[in-house]
């Protein structure tokens, strides 16, 4: 049974850059056809997504958030990693990490069969 679990820094300083790691237990990210998505969930607000890294390390972005993200991974920890740079008071959430299990990727959130428990960051000076 795969098992996701975020680790981010609880609080992070406009302007910087935020980083969220996922630890994927129970599955290889390398496994064929899965993707390997990134949500968040703003206070009192729906969940956005953010993008996707897929079995064979390539991306695909939201595009409002494009120019700020990326999404890489590290085959030998099994872990991926969201950072968005030039953060805001707006970029406030809480950030998960899902599975979508699916041969085509989608970026709907009823898609995704696996979800980690959600790591809060808030942008704040």
């Known amino acids: 049974q795969v098992q996701l679990q975020e680790s981010g820094p609880g609080l992070v300083k406009p302007s910087q850059t935020l980083s969220v790691t996922c630890f994927v237990a129970g599955e290889s990210i390398l496994t064929n056809f899965y993707y390997w998505n990134w949500i968040r969930q703003p206070p009192e607000k729906g969940l956005e997504w953010i993008g996707y890294?897929?079995?064979?390390?390539?991306?695909y972005y939201n595009p409002s958030l494009r120019s700020r993200t990326s999404i890489s991974r590290d085959t030998s920890k099994n872990q991926l990693t969201l950072q968005l740079s030039s953060v805001t008071p707006e970029d406030t959430a809480v950030y998960y990490c899902?599975?979508?299990?699916?041969?085509?990727?989608?970026?709907?959130?009823?898609?995704?069969?696996?979800w980690g428990q959600g790591s809060l960051v808030t942008v704040s000076s």
């Open positions: 899902a599975r979508d299990p699916s041969v085509i990727p989608h970026t709907r959130a009823n898609y995704f069969d696996a």
């Open positions: 890294i897929d079995y064979d390390g390539n991306t």
